[in-house]
């Protein structure tokens, strides 16, 4: 079940930067966005990154989006929590 986060707890607001060539995201992570996300948005977003402060490297806005610390995207920012990931 989702929690509900305060604004208060965001420890980090990100920009979000737009590159030439799109990132190459693996198609069974794209198939979740297909028929929720418009064809042209979704390349859109494909040439998004942003500099996770988390992971130490700039990562791919969708995968960012998939991020249990992603809290919302306001205004060409990104508003992350900052908690430490899950080991997989």
């Given at each position: 079940m989702l929690e509900l986060v305060n604004v208060s707890e965001v420890k980090y607001e990100l920009d979000i930067v737009v590159n030439q060539k799109p990132f190459r995201i693996p198609k069974d992570k794209l198939s979740g966005y297909k028929g929720v996300i418009s064809g042209r948005k979704l390349a859109q977003m494909k040439k998004e990154a942003v500099s996770c402060p988390v992971k130490e490297e700039n990562v791919p806005f969708l995968e960012c989006y998939n991020c249990e610390n992603f809290m919302r995207r306001v205004?060409?920012?990104?508003?992350?929590?900052?908690?430490?990931?899950?080991?997989?």
């Amino acid at each position: 079940m989702l929690e509900l986060v305060n604004v208060s707890e965001v420890k980090y607001e990100l920009d979000i930067v737009v590159n030439q060539k799109p990132f190459r995201i693996p198609k069974d992570k794209l198939s979740g966005y297909k028929g929720v996300i418009s064809g042209r948005k979704l390349a859109q977003m494909k040439k998004e990154a942003v500099s996770c402060p988390v992971k130490e490297e700039n990562v791919p806005f969708l995968e960012c989006y998939n991020c249990e610390n992603f809290m919302r995207r306001v205004r060409g920012k990104v508003y992350c929590l900052g908690n430490p990931l899950k080991q997989d």
